[in-house]
């Protein structure tokens, strides 16, 4: 996910896009209460929701990038992560 981060960290400096706006949209997307890290769908789409309407109304020229790169990339990721964890847990189970 850290180099998701990187990537939307140099989309948003290269399109110049102010840094605590950048570090806002950053936080919405990668941080401790982020989009990145919900724990379920309906988690996931409030934090998406909330984070898309900050972009809309602080920086719209960046809404096509984060809409159609960054957040199909998060959703993929969650969805791996919760597929291993639960091949693991699964696996863990069958050696007891």
């Known amino acids: 996910m850290i180099h998701c981060q990187d990537n939307v960290r140099d989309y948003l ?3 110049g896009v102010a840094l605590d706006v950048c570090e ?11 989009v990145a890290v919900s724990n379920c769908a309906a ?6 929701t909330a984070m898309l ?3 809309r109304q602080c920086c719209p ?8 790169h960054t957040l199909p990339k998060i959703l993929i990721t969650e969805q791996l992560q919760d597929s ?4 693991m847990a699964w696996s ?3 050696d007891e």
């Open 13 to 15: 400096s290269k399109s």
């Open 61 to 68: 020229s960046i809404d096509n990038y984060i809409s159609s």
């Open 53 to 55: 309407q900050c972009v």
């Open 43 to 48: 988690v996931f789409e409030d934090r998406r």
């Open 24 to 34: 806002k949209v950053l936080h919405l997307l990668f941080g401790a209460d982020s």
């Open 92 to 94: 863990t189970q069958m």
């Open 84 to 87: 291993l964890e639960g091949t």
